[in-house]
């Protein structure tokens, strides 16, 4: 039986890759920084963990709990909007720490084991804002296309031991609580040089009528990544991120 540890499983994405992987029989190590174990369904398979993906301390603490595992999914992190003149360097140190240093730090981690068995996947859950320039998040999609560039240059060098690497590239999830935390960290949105800029994006993220990724893309798309050694690097999860990246090709 094979073991998954997944990161930032209390809502959203990992709460749904939990629950794929679950019903799928595997040996499931939820990780969040508050753990919660009600979230998800009862099972002798099931582990839920502390771990704060800032926290170098937490990390080697999660690792060491966790023990031998088959894939590592990184999908903890946030959003944050605002004008890339406006937002705040504190709001880009701290998404920066968590979306890309943090999924940096625990592949460090967990590398090792896998090398030394020569088996092994890393996920690495980015965005598909990556794939198409949008305004607005300059801060939340560089530091997520940091995390692209990172994947893909590990992938060549660990595939001598055997290891496989992948990026799963989510587009706009309503159903989560995603763009919720987003929200709460809006910088800049009432300056007048930016009125009529916010207002154009804002209408077309509140378009109910575009299509849309669910949780559920993004566990299938992390199963695909974990479980298919002839998948893409690079895999895009719902129907918007599918189309996104149809035109990056």
Not at 101 to 115: C, D, E, H, K, N
Request: hydrophobic fraction near 45%; charged fraction near 20%.
């Amino acid at each position: 039986m094979k073991t998954v540890l997944i990161t930032g499983c209390s809502s959203g994405f990992g709460l749904e890759i939990a629950r794929f992987f679950l019903a799928r029989d595997w040996q499931v190590i939820a990780t969040m920084r508050t753990p919660r174990a009600d979230v998800l369904p009862p099972s002798d398979r099931l582990r839920v963990l502390a771990l704060d993906v800032t926290n170098p301390e937490s990390i080697r603490e999660a690792v060491e709990a966790a023990g031998p595992i088959d894939v590592l999914v990184n999908n903890a992190g946030f959003g944050a909007a605002s004008p890339g003149e406006l937002v705040p360097l504190a709001t880009v140190r701290e998404l920066f720490e968590t979306n890309t240093i943090g999924t940096i730090a625990l592949t460090q981690a967990v590398l090792p084991q896998f090398r030394q068995r020569k088996a092994g996947v890393v996920v690495n859950v980015t965005s598909s804002v990556t794939l198409k320039a949008i305004p607005l998040i300059a801060a939340y999609r560089a530091s997520k296309a940091a995390v692209n560039a990172f994947t893909e240059s590990i992938a060549l060098e660990l595939e001598q031991f055997g290891v496989r690497v992948r990026l799963v590239l989510p587009g706009r999830a309503p159903e989560t609580r995603f763009g919720d935390n987003a929200r709460s960290r809006m910088h800049g949105f009432d300056h007048e040089a930016y009125a009529d800029l916010v207002k154009s994006v804002l209408a077309r993220l509140t378009d109910t009528s575009s299509p849309v990724t669910r949780a559920q893309d993004v566990a299938e798309a992390v199963w695909r990544a974990a479980t298919d050694p002839s998948s893409p690097m690079r895999i895009p999860a719902g129907a918007d991120a599918e189309a996104w990246a149809a035109e990056a090709r």
